[in-house]
């Protein structure tokens, strides 16, 4: 036998490069995508092998031709009629094929409704593991496997997870934990259009129309400013001052799962664990103690500032600046010195 490794049957040799699976729609390239280019790069320049976006989807060229310019090295665009809208036996069997063809060593996903969908199939079907959810991925420096680390048992801990055995190695990842790729207009890449081996009988369940949800969006995960209502607020009217707040800084609002939990405020706002993950440049947190599963939301963001009655609240431990003292005095005291200034 050559020296190649081999493990279970699997030529760990014949598994390169990097992918990440580029999630688009109506041709227009979402954010969870630059964030796996971000994170795709790193792990790709480390073990010294190409970034290939995967794009499917109609009428994408514009799509491609970005994400070549946030860094892919290569992009396999999958135009087909039949790959307009997500399936999960569309998009599971054109993704899987290109996998078994082509062999890379890493497949990043986006953990989104989409994602969460996607990846486990793809997983199953290929015969390999897939680590949901992960905050950071790293390269072991000793083998050169990928390390996928996750909030688990509830968040109170951080798991490291490898995949021994089988290739490709596969993750999703929160969206909005990651720093997006650097977009450069004079990057060049190529793009390789795939004609896919698929027919109208390999799409069990059919999507028979899409109606877009009616719902505003809170918007967490792209804003610069997160203001952010917890159960200190004492109750769903306590939420008109942040709005207040938030407008005045220009920012959107957040809260805590308890607010929400209360029924104070839509789900849509929970940043955390189970909400959203957000990275702003500027983070307020009102009558929020501070849980681990809140904190797994957004101790990533550039500034923290805490306001919160309890000098002990946990909060205080992250947070760049601590205001001790009641909300309701605090926060009219900062947007009347707002005003004056
Ligand atoms: P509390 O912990 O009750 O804190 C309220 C704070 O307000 C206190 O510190 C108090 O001192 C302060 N306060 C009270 N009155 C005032 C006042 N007038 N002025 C100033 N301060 C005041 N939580 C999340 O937020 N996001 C998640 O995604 C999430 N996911 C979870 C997942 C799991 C599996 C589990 C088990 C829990 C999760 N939680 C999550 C819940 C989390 O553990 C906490 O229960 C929750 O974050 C507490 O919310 P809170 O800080 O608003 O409330």
Redesign the pocket.
Known sequence: MSKAKVNQGINLDEYKDVWIIAEQRDGKVLNIALELLGEGRKLADKLNVNLTAVLLGHNMDEAAEELIKYGADNVLKVDHELLKVYTTDGYTKVIVDLVKERKPEIVLIGATTIGRDLGPRMASRIGTGLTADCTRLEIDETDGKLLQTRPAF??NLMATIVCPKNRPQMSTVRPGVMKKAKYNPDRNGNIENIVPNIKDEDIVAKVLEVIKSEKKEAGLIDASIVVSG???L?DAEGFKLIEEFAKKLGGVVGS????VDNGWIDSSH??????TTVRPKLYIA?????????Q??MSESDCIIA????PD?P?FNIAHYSIV????EIIPAIMDAIDDA
């Open positions: 509830g968040g917890g159960r200190g004492g805590s799962r308890a607010a929970q940043v955390g664990q189970t909400g009102c009558g929020i103690s501070g849980a681990i599963q809140h797994a939301g306001i919160n009655k309890n609240a909060i003292g009641d909300l309701y």
